[in-house]
């Protein structure tokens, strides 16, 4: 019913940027908070930043400072800008949001992309 597709991920030397793209679409009522998450190789996933509906953001102590989380809410979509890259920023990264749909406007669901790879090496 809902899709997230990320894209924008890739190979990057230490200290440049990337920018991180996730569209969402289908049966979409209204999507509350989004995210972004990565998960490195033999390690869980975690918290990269947050975004409201509203604006307001949250992000993981390793990547303060250095990422910029976004979204536009008549487009669904939502934007990490990821400067200052350090190799242990290297991992999937992953969109998540709160969606209501269409067919059920009152009850929320949680929603996850398939993943874009970023790697940080010289």
């Known amino acids: 019913q809902v899709q997230l597709v990320e894209s924008g991920g890739g190979l990057a030397q230490p200290g440049e940027s990337l920018k991180l793209s996730c569209a969402a679409s289908?049966?979409?009522?209204?999507?509350?908070?989004m995210g972004w998450y990565r998960q490195a190789p033999g390690k869980e996933r975690e918290l990269v930043a947050t975004?409201?509906?509203?604006?307001?953001?949250n992000y993981a102590d390793s990547v303060k400072g250095r990422f910029t989380i976004s979204r536009d809410n008549a487009k669904n979509t939502l934007s990490l800008q990821m400067n200052s890259l350090k190799p242990e920023d290297t991992a999937a990264y992953y969109c998540?949001?709160?969606?209501?749909?269409?067919?059920?406007?009152?009850?929320?669901?949680?929603?996850w992309g398939k993943g874009t790879l970023v790697t940080v090496s010289s």
């Open positions: 998540n949001a709160v969606v209501a749909t269409i067919d059920r406007p009152y009850y929320t669901m949680d929603y």
């Open positions: 975004i409201t509906r509203g604006g307001s953001t």
């Open positions: 289908g049966r979409i009522f209204s999507i509350g908070a």
